[in-house]
């Protein structure tokens, strides 16, 4: 994942429910399973019936669309 291309400390914006990584000079955003379960979680509670993904592109694993499912399937 772009995580491991530099030494970096993650973080966790609460309020946007998002995370970010920084090492040095280097910051990246995007999803991990925290972000993605309460994002899915809010849609939950918001009574939507889904979400929408921008990319995927770098979830090799597929780990992430399945957090998104599973939390949306409770």
Partial sequence: P?????????????AAKAAYWVGGENFVSGE????IRDK?????QQGLQGAA???????????????????LSQ
């Fill in 2 to 14: 772009y995580t491991t291309l530099f030494r970096s400390t993650r973080y966790y914006d609460g």
């Fill in 32 to 35: 991990d399973e925290q972000s």
């Fill in 40 to 44: 899915a979680q809010w849609a939950v």
């Fill in 53 to 71: 993904v921008w990319s995927y592109g770098q979830d090799d694993s597929g780990k992430l669309l399945a957090w998104l499912k599973e939390t």
